[in-house]
């Protein structure tokens, strides 16, 4: 992962019972059928990502609920936390799966920390990502593209330290400090 040195990641592995040498996808938020969660545990159980990992962190959904969520070798759910930076710096990749979403606060946090990305063109996240550059983007409920994505992140380190990379410095753009500095600008324009 990019979002923290070697040393950090393996110090959040252990306070978490992860193991130090499997590649680790994170997706975090409700368990929705809208957020895609049963696209991306069907994708990920249809085929073996030997040596990954997918960690589920999140909370039953009140609106459309999947039900509860069966671990395997190479899947683990833990129950939300308030505090989640140390899933951010374990994991090696983000996936928002989600079949409908605004400007996802997890998908900004996990570009924020810097982790390689993949993404569905649904609401924001399709015009924040430049696809191939600071994550990859696929088309909501499309496995074949899922796939092929998670696949790519799972054999290539270099592209995910790449993306990750350029994910951290796109997630700068929509600080808090930068978004002000921007309207502050604009309203100085208008003003002029």
Known sequence: ???????????????????????????TGRFARYKGVLDLLEVWRARRRPGALLMLV???AIDAPIGKIETAED?????????VS?????????VNPTHADGMSNALLEALAAGMATVATRSGAAGEMIEDGVN????DARDHRQLAAALDRLAEDVDLRHELGANARRLALRYSIDSV?????????????
């Not at 899947?75 to 936390?81: G, K, L, R, T, Y």
């Not at 994550?135 to 696929?138: D, E, I, K």
């Open 86 to 94: 140390d899933y951010w710096r374990a994991a090696d990749v983000f």
């Open 58 to 60: 999140g909370t039953e």
């Open 180 to 192: 002000v500095d921007r309207l502050e600008a604009s309203y100085v324009q208008m003003l002029t």
């Open 1 to 27: 992962a990019v979002s923290g040195d070697d040393d950090e990641r393996t110090l959040a592995r252990h306070r978490l019972g992860l193991p130090d040498d499997r590649t680790i996808f994170l997706y």
């Open 135 to 138: 994550g990859l983007l696929v």
């Open 75 to 83: 899947v683990i759910v833990h129950d939300w936390a308030d505090d």
